[in-house]
């Protein structure tokens, strides 16, 4: 049975989980006991061994062999192994409960869809809906250990009323290596398109609704029988399960209170029961005890889930839906809120507090924006509107433009050093005369020449490299000095010499 302790957290308060300490069913306590009893016991007699049994000379043996055992445990990475271990347990654990096949959907469309207030119609709907139930049953004889039990052969099967002796027959008859629990399924399709060749389900789209919602029920069906087939791999259970047991057999050796080496040392405060290292094993390996106990929750412990009770339920919720309930409609009325606006159920005296609270209408509705109503005013976007950059960002922008000088770009082996006259108000003229500049971006960019210049006042100068010719080194010096040299990478002499303007000086 289920342990379910909802109701108990449903408000917090102080010491809210602390009444769930004293429960037995389903607890730690239940999981741990016998283990933590064994492990209590080998400390025990470990300690004893130690203090009465060995000599002084085999208590310094132990003293060394014990220090190495606690070192060891430093090793072993058990938080990590054994956290992402039981995190996969517990989301593989939730996924197979979302997988169990409910009949809900299925029953609806089945009630919906396939009509006939006559003996065939009821027969229909119930045969459907059988049918369906039938194919849980048969997947849930195979995972779970309640079911199989509860119906052990095919025989109870039918006795329980969800297969009739034909059915049986017609079940038995075909021979197949593997489970055959989707041969129901395959009855409720045959049966579904001859309801609609009898004109019970009137239209293909009804029937295509319906066989979309059988399809859904047999893939959970089958995902129950793969979660059941494809386990977690063995090695990593494993190797979680020695991590375990190797770090607390060398906290069996290495947490003893041992006496110091030296007989004048200092050694540590003997309390005879190690309190912290029961404490770790109460951790850790009740850690791995949940993982035990929730890797196949179709078994019998306490929070296993409870697979009988589901059957139970889905027969006689569908059954009931399928026929009971079949065009039994209460009479539709005018509701009580048909003349008001806005409808508003009444509150108890003990929630009456709740109408106080204002609703929820966002986060920024309380917002205060700015008193100055010239800051509300809507702008317009202008082209001649000079664009605002970041120094950064201008920066990316400023190596787009072709008429803009990046420093050091043509010191390289590819590229080539062209130098240019600058015009009356002291800015350079554009290689490319057809292409715009950013007034922006070459100012930044000759502020960083200018810079780049003051920096190299004390280096020594090399000759630029001119398109028509080449200059003396004094001629070179003397323009360094008066105009700082704006230096274009070309990536082909062809191109350059295209695009040449005319007032450009070879």
């Not at 059941?228 to 259970?237: C, E, F, M, Q």
């Not at 205060?368 to 922008?397: K, Y």
């Not at 292409?435 to 780049?452: G, L, T, W, Y």
């Amino acid at each position: 049975m289920t342990i379910s302790y909802t109701l108990k957290v449903a408000n917090s308060h102080f010491g809210g989980f602390s009444k769930l300490l004293f429960r037995w069913k389903g607890s730690i306590y239940k999981l741990l006991y016998k283990e933590f009893i064994v492990f209590m016991v080998l400390y025990a007699v470990l300690s004893l061994v130690y203090r009465q049994l060995l000599t002084e000379e085999q208590k310094r043996l132990y003293t060394k062999v014990a220090q190495y055992c606690n070192r060891s445990t430093d090793l072993i990475p058990l938080s990590f192994v054994l956290g992402f271990y039981v995190t996969l347990i517990v989301n593989r654990w939730w996924a197979q409960y979302t997988s169990i096949p409910l009949p809900d959907q299925l029953m609806c469309v089945i009630s919906s869809n396939v009509h006939g207030k006559d003996e065939r119609g009821r027969i229909l709907r119930r045969t459907l809906i059988r049918y369906a139930n039938l194919s849980a049953v048969l997947i849930l004889r195979s995972v779970s250990t309640r079911v199989l039990k509860r119906f052990p052969t095919m025989d109870h099967v039918v006795e329980a009323g969800f297969m009739t002796q034909d059915e049986r027959k017609n079940f038995e008859s075909l021979h197949s290596d593997f489970n055959k629990y989707w041969i129901p399924c395959v009855w409720f399709t045959n049966l579904a398109a001859q309801a609609r060749r009898d004109g019970r389900i009137r239209d293909d789209v009804a029937l295509r609704l319906l066989m979309d919602e059988l399809n859904l029920y047999r893939a959970k069906c089958s995902m129950l029988f793969h979660y059941d087939w494809i386990s977690i791999p063995l090695v990593y259970t494993q190797v979680v399960t020695i991590a375990v047991y190797s770090f607390f057999a060398f906290c069996l050796i290495g947490r003893q209170f041992l006496e110091p080496l030296e007989p004048g040392q200092e050694g540590d405060l003997d309390m005879y029961i190690p309190l912290s290292t029961l404490l770790q094993f109460f951790f850790y390996a009740g850690w791995l005890k949940v993982a035990e106990q929730i890797i196949n929750p179709f078994g019998e412990d306490d929070d296993d889930f409870e697979t009988n009770k589901l059957i139970d339920r889905n027969l006689q919720v569908s059954l009931l839906s399928v026929d009971d309930m079949y065009q039994n409609l209460p009479p539709a009325v005018k509701d009580k809120y048909w003349n008001e606006a806005t409808a508003q159920p009444p509150y108890t005296t003990a929630t009456a507090a709740e109408t106080l609270k204002p609703s929820f209408l966002g986060s920024t509705f309380d917002m205060r924006m700015c008193e100055d109503t010239e800051q509300l005013q809507p702008a317009e976007a202008s082209p001649s509107m000079p664009r605002i950059h970041t120094p950064l960002l201008s920066r990316f922008l400023a190596a787009a433009s072709p008429a803009i000088s990046i420093k050091h770009l043509g010191q390289g082996s590819r590229a080539h050093s062209h130098s240019r006259h600058p015009r009356v108000d002291g800015s350079f003229p554009s290689p490319y005369p057809n292409r715009s500049e950013n007034p922006n971006s070459v100012a930044c960019i000759e502020e960083e020449e200018m810079e780049d210049e003051e920096s190299r006042a004390g280096e020594p100068t090399t000759t630029g490299c001119h398109l028509g010719g080449t200059q003396p080194p004094e001629a070179s010096k003397t323009q360094r000095k008066e105009l700082p040299l704006i230096q274009v990478k070309a990536p082909s002499s062809e191109s350059i010499m295209a695009d040449q303007p005319e007032d450009w000086e070879p």
